[in-house]
């Protein structure tokens, strides 16, 4: 538990897709693919690579390199890779002292405590001091500007890689949250599967994100965008390309799509009143990169009836929260018990 009066040196997210760190003082955000590819070495794995470099080897790799995407659904999933991604940034971040960081972490809502303390031993064995957390619900709204502090509600949508955090936030506190673990990623992976299902074509992982980020779409709405996409021919095993529109996009991602709409409106149900009828002068706030899917803002607005708002760096809500975090102790006391 913090000291009154005391912060973090370092805010990390460690989200699925990209972890970010901010340093106190220092308002830049460092950001990695959460990434990291290894091979087996004579003491047991070594590094080949951290973050971009390691991504970019995703699905290229020869047998004996490994790459590893070691947090799942926001989760950490691999803890030694996610040890070794943290030493890497935390070198690259640098902190002023000489002293081991003290390390705020943002966990995603619905963490276990048994998960908790892994996340704390975790980040503690890739070389902070100390370890404290975070609801990633608090900061993405902390770092959209919400005023967490309030007598008022506010809804904050964080659709990440891993994970669909949503948010209700009000006088520091969490009123209601949710949280599923369809997100970007599962984009993709709907992406692959409709490929296949009705082109008998299968496509990689990081050409699905590539389809997702040229003609993605939540809904059909024209103009209809086209991407030609290579893959591999299933019934012959020969490379193969086929002309895909957003249509197609919308259609492969309907279903969760529609996932993500219904908690959202599920999350304003169990809103009291009071709290509804401000978040209906203030609308949603949406962030996290798999927000930033084209017509998504549409879908929520005309499933809730609320004016959907943007940040400017939608990704970077809950780093941007975090360093405030780190600046404002007495806030951070506040809301530290928010789960
Ligand atoms: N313009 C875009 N359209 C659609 N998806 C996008 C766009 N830009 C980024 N993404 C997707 O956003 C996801 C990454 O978002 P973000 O960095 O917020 O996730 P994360 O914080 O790492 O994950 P999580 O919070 O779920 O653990 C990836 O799936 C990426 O493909
Ligand atoms: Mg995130």
Not at 21 to 32: F, K, N, P, Q, S
Not at 316 to 330: H, M, N, S, T, Y
Request: glycine share 10%; net charge neutral; hydrophobic share 45%.
């Amino acid at each position: 538990m913090a000291r009154r009066g005391t912060t973090a040196d370092l805010a990390v997210d460690l989200g699925t897709s990209n972890t970010r760190i901010v340093a106190r003082g220092g308002g830049v955000v460092h950001e990695a693919p959460t990434a990291v590819a290894t091979r087996p070495g004579v003491k047991g794995s070594e590094v080949v690579a951290v973050g971009k470099p390691a991504r970019r080897m995703l699905g290229r790799t020869p047998d004996e390199i490994k790459v590893i995407r070691p947090v799942r659904g926001g989760v950490i999933a691999d803890f030694d890779a996610t040890e070794l991604l943290l030493r890497h940034l935390f070198r690259a971040v640098g902190t002023r002292s000489l002293r081991k960081p003290r390390v705020l972490v943002c966990v995603p809502t619905g963490t276990t405590e048994v998960e908790r303390r892994a996340v704390q031993e975790c980040v503690r064995a890739a070389g902070a001091r100390e370890v404290l957390l975070a609801a990633t619900g608090m900061a993405a709204a902390i770092g959209a500007d919400i005023p967490v502090m309030e007598p008022s509600g506010s809804l904050i949508v964080d659709i990440g890689g891993g994970r669909t955090d949503i948010a209700i936030v009000s006088l520091g506190g969490l009123v209601v949250r949710r949280s599923i673990q369809v997100a970007g990623s599962a984009f993709d992976e709907a992406l692959v599967r409709w490929v296949r299902q009705n082109h008998a074509l299968l496509v990689g992982d990081a050409t699905a994100e590539a389809m997702k980020l040229r003609i993605g779409a939540a809904a059909r709405v024209e103009p209809e965008r086209t991407m030609r996409v290579r893959g591999r021919d299933l019934p012959t095993g020969a490379p193969r390309e086929v002309d895909l529109t957003s249509f197609d996009m919308a259609e492969a991602l309907h279903d969760h799509v529609d996932r993500i709409r219904k908690t959202v409106i599920d999350a304003l149900r169990e809103a009291p009143p009071e709290i509804a009828a401000d978040i209906h002068d203030r609308g949603l706030v949406l962030a996290g990169g798999g927000g930033a899917l084209p017509y998504l803002d549409r879908v929520l607005s005309d499933a809730t009836g609320l004016p959907v708002l943007q940040p400017d760096q939608p990704e970077r809500c809950v780093a941007l929260g975090g360093a405030v975090l780190l600046e404002d102790a007495a806030l951070f006391e506040r809301v530290a018990q928010a789960q």
